[in-house]
């Protein structure tokens, strides 16, 4: 009896002993699906973002190939402007060199794709500045023709009339269209009240931008007050202005736009230096900013800051 009754506690524990691993191997075989699911998953979620890295690679290429197709586009006999177009044409050469290489690195894509923003927006301003300068060039070659002509047509007439002319045509060949050079554009921050101000590059530190410049003598100019108008073009292509109301808007070129500041100046036909300030209610950002100054509807002068 007493083995019997042994034996019926062997089988039991025994029993128990293959209940308990068959359950320990469940568990372990529960485990085991549940770390493949997830790997699978993990598996397949870095193989959609790859994708979506080389979509969007080839995008930004795409987007590059096109943008150097339109800064090749862009003429000027602007020595200044050239060599500025011919270095943007070399940084786009470069980025499309770093896509190729990177196609499955998302942050330098997303930094490219970023670069490549900015070099569109610097273009926009690029364009307004070529059809500025090319605007005042038919303008003074419809005035050379027309005074050519003129000269032409008078021709047989009595030598005081030939000296009139001459002298006329000094004056014309003079202008009366006001210059500026020695232009200096640089942002400024302000201190003890706005005493005192002190130069920085730094877009979130400047204030304003300060904007210097000389006005070249000029003897058949108007004399008295003349109403000089900044334009600038920021790195987004965006006209800066205090506000966009019809108060802040000038006529230039035919067209019209907003200025960031005006200066009236009593001029005397002598070299004068002129200073003023634009200001910005949003702050600036960085980037390359183009600043134009114009009198009579008129560029008379322009320059370019970047601010960091």
């Not at 083995?3 to 019926?8: F, G, S």
């Not at 995008?59 to 090749?72: G, I, S």
């Not at 177009?85 to 970023?114: G, T």
């Not at 200066?263 to 949003?282: L, R």
């Amino acid at each position: 009896m007493e083995a019997e009754k042994n034996e019926r506690k062997r089988r039991k524990y025994e029993r128990l002993m293959y209940l308990f691993i068959i359950g320990i191997l469940s568990v372990l075989c529960g485990i085991l699906a549940w770390q493949y699911s997830e790997q699978k998953q993990r598996a397949n979620r870095e193989i959609i973002i790859k994708e979506k890295v080389f979509v969007e690679r080839d995008n930004v290429k795409a987007d590059l190939l096109q943008l150097q197709q339109e800064y090749a586009s862009l003429q000027t006999n602007d020595e200044k402007v050239r060599t500025e177009l011919e270095a943007k044409k070399a940084e786009i050469a470069r980025l499309i060199v770093e896509a190729e290489k990177n196609k499955d690195n998302k942050y330098i894509i997303a930094r490219l794709r970023k670069e490549t923003e900015t070099l569109r927006t610097i273009m926009k301003g690029y364009v307004v500045t070529i059809d500025s300068l090319n605007t005042l060039n038919i303008t003074l070659k419809s005035e050379k023709a027309k005074v050519i002509a003129d000269l032409s047509s008078e021709q047989g007439k009595t030598q005081q009339l030939i000296k009139e002319k001459e002298d006329l045509q000094g004056v014309i060949n003079t202008a009366s269209i006001l210059s500026a050079s020695n232009i200096k554009v640089v942002g400024v921050k302000f201190r003890s009240g706005g005493k005192k101000e002190d130069e920085t590059n730094k877009a979130r530190k400047a204030q304003k931008l300060k904007i210097v410049f000389e006005l070249g003598e000029n003897k058949v100019a108007k004399k008295g007050n003349h109403d000089l108008y900044i334009r600038v073009m920021t790195p987004d292509g965006k006209e800066l202005t205090e506000t966009t109301d019809e108060a802040h808007m000038f006529k230039f070129n035919g067209g019209r736009g907003f200025y960031a500041a005006k200066e009236t100046i009593s001029y005397d036909n002598s070299i004068m230096s002129v200073k003023t300030y634009a200001g910005n209610a949003d702050g600036f950002i960085p980037g390359k900013y183009i600043v134009e100054i114009y009198s009579d509807e008129t560029v008379i002068g322009q320059t370019s800051v970047t601010m960091q």
